[in-house]
């Protein structure tokens, strides 16, 4: 066999070799555009679900016979997604923070039955503050009461852990949180650049 015809069709791929280069190629961009849309889908997700952010502290008085307390949570609602706009239904005390299995509900408050307007426990707007159910305790009892989870249930049905000196978040919640600040400055910022 001549050397130049045998280099010739050695390195000659053929109609097949391109065909399946030019799909690999067509495989390889479709999986990078897939990529990047789920990683800016999972941004979006973690920089905006569910758009606010709950934070409880608590605040107590003594009753008139001596050694019992009254405590109760105060529950503050940050939007950061201005057309997220949830009513806030009731606030919740609770044993557990397991949805599904609670254990002893140590308060619960329905907004609704308290005649507070709608409009003052609406998200997407300015932080709203909410006062949780009085319970009575021992004194001695006060710091365990204190631990437990606080949850506020929106008039869909949903509920949502608030955040607390007993119960800072999940490290993912937080590093959610510390994402979501920075969005929201440099979301701001640039609006009052450009207004």
């Known amino acids: 066999m001549d050397y130049h015809l045998a280099t010739t069709c050695l390195n000659d791929p053929g109609p097949l070799s391109f065909g399946w280069e030019t799909f690999s190629i067509f495989l390889g961009d479709i999986a990078a555009v897939s990529l990047a849309a789920l990683a800016g889908l999972l941004f979006f997700y973690i920089v905006k679900y569910p758009g606010f952010r709950v934070g409880a502290g608590w605040s107590w008085t003594t009753t008139k016979p001596k050694g019992k307390l009254q405590v109760w949570p105060n529950v503050s609602v940050t939007s950061y997604d201005p057309n997220v706009e949830k009513i806030i239904a009731a606030i919740w005390v609770r044993e557990r ?22 409009e003052d426990r609406t998200t997407g707007g300015d932080v709203l503050n909410l006062r949780g159910p009085v319970i009575e305790c021992e004194q001695g009892r006060a710091d365990e009461v204190m631990k437990f989870p606080i949850f506020v249930q929106t008039s869909d049905g949903h509920f949502y852990k608030a955040l607390s000196p007993a119960h800072p978040g999940s490290r993912t919640l937080q590093l959610r949180m510390k994402m979501q600040r920075v969005v929201y400055n440099l979301k701001e910022g640039l609006q009052k650049w450009l207004g």
């Open 97 to 118: 923070a397991d949805i599904d299995n609670p254990g002893a509900i140590l308060g619960k408050l329905d907004l609704r039955q308290t005649g507070q307007p709608i």
